[in-house]
């Protein structure tokens, strides 16, 4: 996140949000977990979704879904890394980093049972 905002020479606000389907395991209970809602409304803005990973996809319709009915001007989703192997559910993206083979990824930004997150760089495991 701090990487691409610093290249979007744009004034911008950022806000988070945090939803959960994983928990510590590497296989997604299916049912996603709002655990953090933004901070502030979104209404008439053009909004940008930030994800580190879309797997099956069922976490980020339901962050369309949940935020297309707050209404924004335009709704967007940026992601650095997509499975489409592995995809349950159609969700576009708008711009992505890199596609990636079915393997449980981790390290910068993305966790393994919420450990290294800290990682400077992004590793996978079998399985
Ligand atoms: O396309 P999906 O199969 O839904 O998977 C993608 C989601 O999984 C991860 O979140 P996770 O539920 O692990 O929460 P976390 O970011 O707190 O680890 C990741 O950050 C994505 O939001
Ligand atoms: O490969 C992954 N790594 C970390 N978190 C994830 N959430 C969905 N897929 C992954």
Request: net charge positive.
């Given at each position: 996140m701090?990487?691409?905002v610093r290249s979007i020479d744009l004034p911008l606000s950022m806000d988070f949000l945090a939803v959960s389907s994983y928990g510590n395991a590497t296989k997604s209970s299916g049912e996603v977990e709002l655990i953090k809602d933004l901070r502030y409304p979104i209404s008439g803005r053009p909004v940008l979704i930030v994800e580190d990973i879309v797997d099956t996809g069922i976490t980020l319709n339901y962050l369309l879904r949940m935020l297309e009915a707050r209404l924004p001007a335009s709704l967007k989703v940026a992601a650095l890394l997509s499975k489409p192997s592995?995809?349950?559910i159609e969700v576009p993206i708008h711009y992505l980093g890199f596609e990636i083979e079915d393997?449980?990824?981790?390290?910068?930004g993305l966790?393994?049972?919420q450990l290294d997150r800290n990682l400077p760089f992004i590793?996978?495991?079998a399985g």
């Open positions: 701090a990487d691409l592995r995809r349950k393997a449980f990824v981790y390290g910068y966790d393994r049972s590793t996978s495991q």
